[in-house]
């Protein structure tokens, strides 16, 4: 049985604005013996939290729906997701699970009512990116009426919707939800 090793050279900073781009060169040896290179990228960025939110009082699934430039020579149209946003430096995943719940639904909770997160590679073939993926259980008293829709200074424009739990399923089964973080979070609801 052979034995493959990589090395890699030094990392090199190719672009360093909102999104940060990487490069390396791969050396690859064989037997201890090198046999070739070759260059790999990354796209370099912070962590991210999803967040799906079940209320037991009505429940319904709450959803957002918003535009989403990265995607639309595939669609126009906003889409449904479960409520997500990127970790803030010096947060903990549960700290911002909280914020971006309250931030884009309006909910307000502790901690402790957060699930244990699902742990994933957003896509480890090009990007550092970890989600974090929560399920929280909310009632109507946990709602801030003076909250929700998004930061304003950050232009989210984010429509709540709310919709029956079997309808949500229905969609993420008939693939009309096509985000995958709100698809990998369908599976934390014991039905």
């Not at 126009?76 to 947060?91: F, R």
């Not at 309006?106 to 990007?127: C, H, Q, W």
């Not at 200074?153 to 709540?160: A, D, L, P, S, T």
Request: proline share 4%; net charge negative; hydrophobic share 35%.
């Amino acid at each position: 049985m052979s034995n493959k090793t990589i090395k890699l050279q030094k990392e090199n900073r190719l672009f360093d604005g909102y999104f940060k781009v990487d490069a390396v060169v791969v050396d690859e040896f064989q037997d201890g013996k090198y046999t070739s290179s070759y260059n790999r990228f990354k796209l370099t960025r912070p962590d991210a939290v999803t967040i799906l939110v079940f209320n037991e009082d009505t429940r319904k699934v709450t959803l957002v729906k918003q535009f989403r430039f990265p995607i639309i020579h595939h669609t126009p149209d906003n889409i449904l997701e479960a409520v997500a946003g990127k970790i803030d430096a010096g947060e903990t995943p549960k700290q911002a699970a909280i914020r971006e719940l309250h931030e884009e639904v309006g909910y307000k909770i502790s901690e402790d009512r957060l699930s244990n997160p699902i742990e994933i590679f957003a896509s480890p073939g090009y990007s550092t990116e970890k989600l974090y993926i929560f399920l929280i259980v909310v009632k109507d008293s946990d709602k801030d009426p003076n909250a929700g829709g998004g930061v304003a200074g950050e232009h989210e424009n984010i429509e709540i919707v709310e919709m029956d739990l079997n309808e949500f399923i229905k969609k993420v089964h008939s693939n009309e939800i096509k985000d995958s973080k709100t698809i990998i979070a369908a599976n934390l609801i014991k039905l």
